[in-house]
């Protein structure tokens, strides 16, 4: 199997590879529900994505990544993180596909994303 980069673990030949915002195969609430994940360019970038995020109220959060999951509409595992607000309460869960060519600019429905313009 070839690899962009192994040490970040995207696959070129994996047929749902993208560089777009969103799966093109993915339904449902984005990055909210495990059928559309947010599309990401390796594994690594889990955390400097979730690092950009914010409530839609420009306050930060915390998250714990609580596993994998799989569905049927996307190919390859999909990570979960739960996130927590500054007093530890659940706020919802995250679902984030890191076999992409390109990490999405776009934030789930309750964030914004912040970019940044030296990565984009």
């Known amino acids: 199997m070839e690899r962009v980069n192994p040490m970040l673990g995207v696959f070129s030949d994996t047929s749902q590879a993208c560089d777009l915002d969103e799966i093109p195969q993915g339904f449902g609430r984005f990055g909210?529900?495990?059928?559309?994940?947010v599309p990401i360019c390796g594994v690594p970038e889990n955390r400097a994505y979730l690092s950009r995020?914010?409530?839609?109220?420009?306050e930060n959060f915390t998250w714990?990544?609580?596993?994998?999951?799989?569905?049927?509409?996307?190919?390859?595992?999909?990570d979960i993180y739960l996130i927590l607000d500054e007093n530890g309460n659940m706020i919802c869960s995250l679902y984030l596909s890191p076999y992409h060519l390109k990490t999405s600019q776009k934030a789930p429905e309750g964030f914004i994303l912040l970019l940044d313009e030296l990565n984009y």
């Open 32 to 37: 909210l529900e495990v059928s559309n994940p």
């Open 53 to 58: 995020l914010r409530l839609a109220s420009g």
């Open 64 to 78: 714990k990544r609580l596993g994998s999951s799989r569905t049927d509409n996307i190919e390859n595992p999909i």
